[in-house]
Protein backbone atom coordinates (compact mmCIF):
# COMPACT_ATOMS: atom_id res chain seq x y z
CA UNK A 1 0.00 0.00 0.00
CA UNK A 2 1.37 3.80 -0.70
CA UNK A 3 -0.29 5.47 2.50
CA UNK A 4 2.08 6.69 4.22
CA UNK A 5 4.45 3.97 6.44
CA UNK A 6 7.70 4.28 7.31
CA UNK A 7 10.35 1.17 8.50
CA UNK A 8 12.38 1.25 11.27
CA UNK A 9 15.53 -1.22 12.35
CA UNK A 10 16.13 -1.91 16.00
CA UNK A 11 18.08 0.90 17.58
CA UNK A 12 16.62 3.57 14.84
CA UNK A 13 15.78 6.84 16.34
CA UNK A 14 12.17 7.77 15.53
CA UNK A 15 12.39 11.12 16.85
CA UNK A 16 14.10 13.32 19.41
CA UNK A 17 13.36 15.36 22.05
CA UNK A 18 13.37 18.60 21.33
CA UNK A 19 11.62 17.84 17.81
CA UNK A 20 9.09 19.36 16.02
CA UNK A 21 5.61 17.44 16.52
CA UNK A 22 4.75 17.32 12.77
CA UNK A 23 2.98 13.98 13.20
CA UNK A 24 2.08 11.08 15.87
CA UNK A 25 2.56 7.14 14.84
CA UNK A 26 0.59 3.79 14.83
CA UNK A 27 2.60 0.88 15.29
CA UNK A 28 1.60 -1.58 12.22
CA UNK A 29 4.72 -3.97 13.05
CA UNK A 30 7.20 -4.52 16.02
CA UNK A 31 8.31 -2.42 19.33
CA UNK A 32 9.16 0.88 20.28
CA UNK A 33 10.60 2.81 23.19
CA UNK A 34 9.59 6.04 24.94
CA UNK A 35 12.60 7.30 26.82
CA UNK A 36 14.67 10.13 28.23
CA UNK A 37 17.80 10.87 25.69
CA UNK A 38 19.51 12.85 28.75
CA UNK A 39 19.78 9.35 31.04
CA UNK A 40 18.64 7.05 28.70
CA UNK A 41 15.73 6.53 31.49
CA UNK A 42 12.92 3.90 29.62
CA UNK A 43 9.23 5.68 29.86
CA UNK A 44 7.48 3.09 28.02
CA UNK A 45 7.35 0.37 25.63
CA UNK A 46 5.16 -0.16 22.72
CA UNK A 47 3.63 -2.69 20.78
CA UNK A 48 1.43 -2.97 17.54
CA UNK A 49 -1.78 -1.58 17.62
CA UNK A 50 -0.40 1.80 20.09
CA UNK A 51 -0.69 5.43 19.17
CA UNK A 52 2.32 7.17 20.34
CA UNK A 53 3.92 10.91 19.39
CA UNK A 54 0.30 12.39 19.76
CA UNK A 55 1.07 15.32 22.86
CA UNK A 56 2.78 17.36 20.56
CA UNK A 57 0.78 17.22 17.94
CA UNK A 58 -2.63 18.20 20.15
CA UNK A 59 -0.56 21.40 22.32
CA UNK A 60 1.90 21.98 19.63
CA UNK A 61 4.71 21.23 21.58
CA UNK A 62 8.31 19.53 21.02
CA UNK A 63 8.99 16.65 21.80
CA UNK A 64 8.86 16.06 25.27
CA UNK A 65 10.92 12.43 25.15
CA UNK A 66 12.75 10.21 22.30
CA UNK A 67 11.51 7.10 20.49
CA UNK A 68 13.40 4.30 19.08
CA UNK A 69 12.63 0.70 17.12
CA UNK A 70 13.24 -1.91 19.97
CA UNK A 71 12.38 -4.45 17.22
CA UNK A 72 11.95 -4.14 12.94
CA UNK A 73 8.90 -1.75 12.74
CA UNK A 74 6.42 -0.63 10.85
CA UNK A 75 4.42 2.89 11.47
CA UNK A 76 1.64 4.60 9.75
CA UNK A 77 1.95 7.82 10.14
CA UNK A 78 -0.90 10.02 11.19
CA UNK A 79 -0.76 13.61 10.22
CA UNK A 80 -1.17 16.82 12.56
CA UNK A 81 -4.82 17.72 10.70
CA UNK A 82 -5.84 14.12 11.13
CA UNK A 83 -6.06 14.36 14.93
CA UNK A 84 -6.74 18.18 15.42
CA UNK A 85 -9.61 18.41 12.79
CA UNK A 86 -11.33 15.87 14.78
CA UNK A 87 -10.99 17.61 17.99
CA UNK A 88 -11.65 20.76 16.85
CA UNK A 89 -15.34 19.14 15.18
CA UNK A 90 -15.81 17.10 18.64
CA UNK A 91 -17.91 17.70 21.32
CA UNK A 92 -16.88 20.89 23.60
CA UNK A 93 -16.54 18.59 26.67
CA UNK A 94 -14.28 16.05 25.07
CA UNK A 95 -11.84 19.00 23.75
CA UNK A 96 -11.92 20.21 27.88
CA UNK A 97 -11.28 16.99 29.11
CA UNK A 98 -8.37 16.71 26.27
CA UNK A 99 -7.09 19.55 27.75
CA UNK A 100 -7.05 18.90 31.24
CA UNK A 101 -5.42 15.29 30.91
CA UNK A 102 -2.63 17.05 28.06
CA UNK A 103 -1.92 19.57 31.22
CA UNK A 104 -1.60 17.45 33.65
CA UNK A 105 0.43 15.12 31.66
CA UNK A 106 2.72 17.54 30.66
CA UNK A 107 2.97 19.22 34.39
CA UNK A 108 4.22 15.15 35.91
CA UNK A 109 7.12 15.07 32.90
CA UNK A 110 9.90 16.95 34.91
CA UNK A 111 9.53 14.64 37.48
CA UNK A 112 9.23 11.35 35.32
CA UNK A 113 7.07 9.41 38.06
CA UNK A 114 6.54 6.99 36.22
CA UNK A 115 6.66 3.35 38.53
CA UNK A 116 5.51 0.50 36.01
CA UNK A 117 6.15 2.02 32.59
CA UNK A 118 2.64 3.65 31.97
CA UNK A 119 0.88 5.94 34.11
CA UNK A 120 -2.69 5.86 35.14
CA UNK A 121 -3.20 9.40 34.06
CA UNK A 122 -1.65 8.80 30.89
CA UNK A 123 -3.68 5.50 30.59
CA UNK A 124 -6.71 8.12 30.54
CA UNK A 125 -5.24 10.35 28.14
CA UNK A 126 -5.05 7.41 25.88
CA UNK A 127 -8.90 6.33 26.22
CA UNK A 128 -10.03 9.78 25.17
CA UNK A 129 -8.78 8.22 21.80
CA UNK A 130 -10.26 4.81 21.60
CA UNK A 131 -8.85 1.76 19.55
CA UNK A 132 -11.95 2.78 17.04
CA UNK A 133 -10.08 6.31 16.36
CA UNK A 134 -6.56 4.36 15.59
CA UNK A 135 -8.75 2.44 12.87
CA UNK A 136 -10.37 5.35 11.73
CA UNK A 137 -7.36 7.12 11.37
CA UNK A 138 -5.69 4.15 8.99
CA UNK A 139 -9.15 3.65 7.18
CA UNK A 140 -8.73 7.17 6.17
CA UNK A 141 -5.08 7.22 5.16
CA UNK A 142 -6.22 3.77 2.99
CA UNK A 143 -8.94 5.69 1.69
CA UNK A 144 -6.53 8.55 0.64
CA UNK A 145 -4.24 6.02 -1.09
CA UNK A 146 -7.00 4.46 -2.60
CA UNK A 147 -8.63 7.47 -4.51
CA UNK A 148 -5.15 8.60 -5.44
CA UNK A 149 -4.93 5.19 -7.24
CA UNK A 150 -7.88 5.02 -8.48
CA UNK A 151 -9.14 2.25 -6.50
CA UNK A 152 -12.31 3.88 -5.62
CA UNK A 153 -14.30 2.71 -8.41
CA UNK A 154 -17.94 4.26 -9.92
CA UNK A 155 -20.75 1.83 -10.89
CA UNK A 156 -24.01 2.91 -12.02
CA UNK A 157 -27.64 1.93 -11.02
CA UNK A 158 -30.62 2.13 -14.14
CA UNK A 159 -33.27 5.16 -13.21
CA UNK A 160 -35.79 3.80 -16.03
CA UNK A 161 -39.31 6.41 -17.05
CA UNK A 162 -42.02 4.93 -15.01
CA UNK A 163 -44.73 4.67 -17.87
CA UNK A 164 -42.50 3.28 -20.60
CA UNK A 165 -40.00 0.91 -18.80
CA UNK A 166 -37.11 2.70 -21.18
CA UNK A 167 -33.92 4.16 -18.88
CA UNK A 168 -34.08 7.82 -18.72
CA UNK A 169 -30.84 7.67 -16.32
CA UNK A 170 -28.58 6.31 -13.92
CA UNK A 171 -27.56 7.09 -10.45
CA UNK A 172 -23.42 7.03 -10.07
CA UNK A 173 -22.08 5.47 -6.55
CA UNK A 174 -18.64 4.93 -4.98
CA UNK A 175 -17.65 0.82 -4.37
CA UNK A 176 -14.49 0.14 -2.53
CA UNK A 177 -12.64 -2.89 -2.73
CA UNK A 178 -9.73 -2.74 -0.03
CA UNK A 179 -7.02 -5.56 -0.51
CA UNK A 180 -7.27 -7.01 2.80
CA UNK A 181 -11.08 -5.90 4.07
CA UNK A 182 -12.67 -6.44 1.13
CA UNK A 183 -16.14 -4.87 0.09
CA UNK A 184 -16.33 -1.58 2.74
CA UNK A 185 -19.64 -0.34 3.02
CA UNK A 186 -20.32 2.80 1.65
CA UNK A 187 -22.17 4.42 4.78
CA UNK A 188 -18.80 3.43 6.37
CA UNK A 189 -16.45 5.30 3.80
CA UNK A 190 -18.53 7.92 2.43
CA UNK A 191 -19.55 9.03 5.78
CA UNK A 192 -15.18 9.29 6.72
CA UNK A 193 -15.01 10.86 3.62
CA UNK A 194 -17.21 13.09 4.43
CA UNK A 195 -15.24 13.71 7.91
CA UNK A 196 -12.59 15.39 6.06
CA UNK A 197 -11.64 17.30 2.99
CA UNK A 198 -11.38 13.78 1.39
CA UNK A 199 -15.28 13.93 -0.15
CA UNK A 200 -14.24 16.78 -2.27
CA UNK A 201 -11.32 13.85 -3.57
CA UNK A 202 -13.93 11.28 -4.17
CA UNK A 203 -16.52 14.54 -5.48
CA UNK A 204 -14.37 15.06 -8.46
CA UNK A 205 -13.96 11.65 -9.08
CA UNK A 206 -17.18 10.63 -9.49
CA UNK A 207 -18.11 13.54 -11.35
CA UNK A 208 -15.26 13.51 -13.81
CA UNK A 209 -16.14 9.30 -14.49
CA UNK A 210 -19.98 10.65 -14.47
CA UNK A 211 -19.64 13.45 -17.34
CA UNK A 212 -16.99 10.86 -19.41
CA UNK A 213 -20.10 8.57 -19.04
CA UNK A 214 -22.30 11.35 -20.05
CA UNK A 215 -20.34 12.18 -23.31
CA UNK A 216 -21.05 8.66 -24.12
CA UNK A 217 -24.56 8.37 -23.76
CA UNK A 218 -27.93 9.85 -25.55
CA UNK A 219 -29.09 13.02 -24.61
CA UNK A 220 -31.83 12.31 -22.90
CA UNK A 221 -30.18 10.61 -20.81
CA UNK A 222 -29.06 12.01 -17.39
CA UNK A 223 -27.20 10.90 -14.14
CA UNK A 224 -27.77 11.43 -10.58
CA UNK A 225 -25.06 12.08 -7.99
CA UNK A 226 -25.42 12.71 -4.55
CA UNK A 227 -23.89 15.72 -2.84
CA UNK A 228 -22.52 16.55 0.72
CA UNK A 229 -22.80 19.95 2.44
CA UNK A 230 -19.22 20.55 2.09
CA UNK A 231 -19.17 20.14 -1.48
CA UNK A 232 -22.18 22.82 -1.59
CA UNK A 233 -20.56 25.42 0.51
CA UNK A 234 -17.38 25.23 -1.39
CA UNK A 235 -18.21 27.24 -4.73
CA UNK A 236 -15.08 26.05 -6.46
CA UNK A 237 -16.29 22.83 -6.22
CA UNK A 238 -19.25 23.61 -8.37
CA UNK A 239 -17.35 25.88 -10.68
CA UNK A 240 -14.38 23.42 -11.10
CA UNK A 241 -17.69 20.09 -12.03
CA UNK A 242 -19.31 23.57 -14.59
CA UNK A 243 -16.09 23.49 -16.24
CA UNK A 244 -15.83 20.15 -17.09
CA UNK A 245 -19.06 19.75 -18.29
CA UNK A 246 -18.90 23.04 -20.98
CA UNK A 247 -15.75 21.54 -22.07
CA UNK A 248 -17.44 17.99 -23.04
CA UNK A 249 -20.36 20.12 -24.50
CA UNK A 250 -22.71 18.03 -22.20
CA UNK A 251 -26.31 20.45 -21.10
CA UNK A 252 -25.40 20.54 -17.43
CA UNK A 253 -29.18 19.29 -17.09
CA UNK A 254 -27.67 16.23 -17.44
CA UNK A 255 -26.30 16.21 -14.00
CA UNK A 256 -28.99 16.00 -11.35
CA UNK A 257 -27.36 16.90 -7.55
CA UNK A 258 -29.01 14.87 -5.31
CA UNK A 259 -29.48 16.21 -1.13
CA UNK A 260 -30.13 13.46 1.39
CA UNK A 261 -32.83 14.91 3.85
CA UNK A 262 -30.66 14.93 6.72
CA UNK A 263 -28.56 17.64 4.90
CA UNK A 264 -32.15 19.72 5.10
CA UNK A 265 -31.69 20.83 8.81
CA UNK A 266 -31.59 24.77 8.02
CA UNK A 267 -34.02 25.50 5.41
CA UNK A 268 -32.23 29.06 4.64
CA UNK A 269 -29.20 27.03 4.17
CA UNK A 270 -30.80 24.32 1.82
CA UNK A 271 -32.08 27.43 -0.32
CA UNK A 272 -28.76 29.00 -0.60
CA UNK A 273 -27.59 25.72 -1.83
CA UNK A 274 -30.74 24.95 -4.17
CA UNK A 275 -30.33 28.45 -5.69
CA UNK A 276 -26.74 28.19 -6.22
CA UNK A 277 -27.34 24.93 -7.87
CA UNK A 278 -29.74 26.27 -10.34
CA UNK A 279 -27.63 29.33 -11.22
CA UNK A 280 -25.05 27.08 -12.94
CA UNK A 281 -27.50 24.89 -14.36
CA UNK A 282 -28.06 21.76 -12.50
CA UNK A 283 -31.21 20.11 -11.04
CA UNK A 284 -31.60 19.91 -7.99
CA UNK A 285 -32.72 16.36 -6.46
CA UNK A 286 -34.18 15.31 -3.11
CA UNK A 287 -33.03 12.41 -1.77
CA UNK A 288 -34.49 9.50 0.65
CA UNK A 289 -38.11 12.10 0.95
CA UNK A 290 -40.68 11.01 3.49
CA UNK A 291 -37.93 9.23 5.82
CA UNK A 292 -37.70 12.51 8.61
CA UNK A 293 -39.78 14.97 10.51
CA UNK A 294 -39.48 17.49 8.17
CA UNK A 295 -40.75 15.57 4.68
CA UNK A 296 -43.69 17.74 3.89
CA UNK A 297 -42.41 20.83 5.15
CA UNK A 298 -39.89 20.74 2.80
CA UNK A 299 -42.31 20.36 0.08
CA UNK A 300 -43.37 23.98 1.24
CA UNK A 301 -40.25 26.22 1.94
CA UNK A 302 -37.78 24.18 -1.00
CA UNK A 303 -38.07 24.20 -4.45
CA UNK A 304 -36.66 20.82 -5.33
CA UNK A 305 -36.68 19.84 -9.18
CA UNK A 306 -36.94 16.28 -8.42
CA UNK A 307 -38.23 14.17 -5.16
CA UNK A 308 -36.51 10.92 -4.66
CA UNK A 309 -39.16 8.67 -2.04
CA UNK A 310 -37.70 6.90 0.39
CA UNK A 311 -37.20 2.72 -0.80
CA UNK A 312 -39.46 2.47 2.58
CA UNK A 313 -43.32 3.58 1.22
CA UNK A 314 -42.42 1.00 -1.72
CA UNK A 315 -41.09 -2.05 0.19
CA UNK A 316 -44.27 -1.83 2.72
CA UNK A 317 -46.81 -0.85 0.33
CA UNK A 318 -48.62 -4.27 0.45
CA UNK A 319 -47.71 -4.60 4.49
CA UNK A 320 -49.79 -1.59 5.26
CA UNK A 321 -52.50 0.43 2.94
CA UNK A 322 -51.60 3.59 4.84
CA UNK A 323 -48.70 3.56 2.71
CA UNK A 324 -50.35 3.47 -0.58
CA UNK A 325 -52.41 5.77 0.31
CA UNK A 326 -49.10 8.34 1.27
CA UNK A 327 -47.56 6.92 -1.83
CA UNK A 328 -50.78 8.70 -3.37
CA UNK A 329 -50.59 11.83 -1.60
CA UNK A 330 -46.96 12.58 -2.45
CA UNK A 331 -47.68 11.89 -6.18
CA UNK A 332 -51.04 13.84 -6.17
CA UNK A 333 -48.84 17.25 -4.49
CA UNK A 334 -45.92 16.61 -6.98
CA UNK A 335 -48.07 16.96 -9.83
CA UNK A 336 -49.39 20.31 -8.04
CA UNK A 337 -46.28 21.35 -7.68
CA UNK A 338 -44.99 20.29 -10.90
CA UNK A 339 -41.75 18.34 -9.36
CA UNK A 340 -40.53 14.97 -10.59
CA UNK A 341 -40.89 12.15 -8.60
CA UNK A 342 -38.39 8.86 -8.06
CA UNK A 343 -39.20 5.88 -6.48
CA UNK A 344 -36.63 3.77 -4.69
CA UNK A 345 -36.21 0.53 -4.29
CA UNK A 346 -38.63 -1.37 -6.69
CA UNK A 347 -37.89 -4.86 -6.96
CA UNK A 348 -40.83 -6.49 -8.73
CA UNK A 349 -43.62 -6.27 -11.33
CA UNK A 350 -46.43 -5.54 -8.48
CA UNK A 351 -44.68 -2.75 -6.96
CA UNK A 352 -43.88 -0.84 -10.82
CA UNK A 353 -47.51 -1.76 -11.44
CA UNK A 354 -48.57 0.35 -8.91
CA UNK A 355 -46.01 3.15 -9.09
CA UNK A 356 -47.10 4.02 -12.65
CA UNK A 357 -51.02 3.88 -12.26
CA UNK A 358 -49.72 6.63 -9.51
CA UNK A 359 -47.85 8.25 -12.42
CA UNK A 360 -44.61 8.52 -11.01
CA UNK A 361 -42.11 9.61 -13.76
CA UNK A 362 -38.83 7.26 -12.54
CA UNK A 363 -37.86 4.26 -11.13
CA UNK A 364 -35.08 2.88 -9.47
CA UNK A 365 -34.54 -0.56 -7.92
CA UNK A 366 -33.51 -4.03 -8.78
CA UNK A 367 -36.47 -4.30 -10.90
CA UNK A 368 -34.79 -1.96 -13.63
CA UNK A 369 -31.46 -3.03 -13.02
CA UNK A 370 -28.30 -3.77 -10.04
CA UNK A 371 -25.79 -1.15 -9.90
CA UNK A 372 -23.28 -2.30 -12.99
CA UNK A 373 -19.90 -0.82 -14.79
CA UNK A 374 -19.37 1.89 -16.62
CA UNK A 375 -19.08 -0.84 -19.05
CA UNK A 376 -22.24 -2.56 -18.75
CA UNK A 377 -24.23 0.50 -18.48
CA UNK A 378 -23.28 1.85 -21.82
CA UNK A 379 -24.14 -2.04 -23.33
CA UNK A 380 -27.86 -1.43 -22.35
CA UNK A 381 -31.07 -0.35 -24.95
CA UNK A 382 -32.04 3.12 -24.45
Not at 35 to 52: A, H, M, P, R, W
Not at 132 to 152: M, Y
Not at 292 to 301: A, D, F, I, N, P
Request: proline share 3%.
Amino acid sequence: MSYHTKKYQPGEIIFHGGDTSNCAYIIEEGQVEIFVESNQTIIDILSEGELFGEMGVLDQSPRSTSARALTPLTLLEVKTEQITNRLAESDPIVKALVGVLLKRFRSMLPNQGLSDGKSNLLDQVTSVIEQTGFSKFKLESELRSAINQGEVQTVFQPISDIQSSRIAGFEALSRWSHPERGFISPVEFIALAEETDLIIEVGDLVFNRAIEMLAKLPEHVFININVSSKQLDDDQFLNRILKKVNASNINPKRLKLEITETMVVDFNLAKKWIEKCRKIGFPVCADDFGTGHSGMEQLVELDFDVLKVDQVFIRNMFENNRYQSILKTIADMAQSLNTQLVAEGIENEKEYAVLKALNFDFGQGYYFGKPMSKDDALKLNF
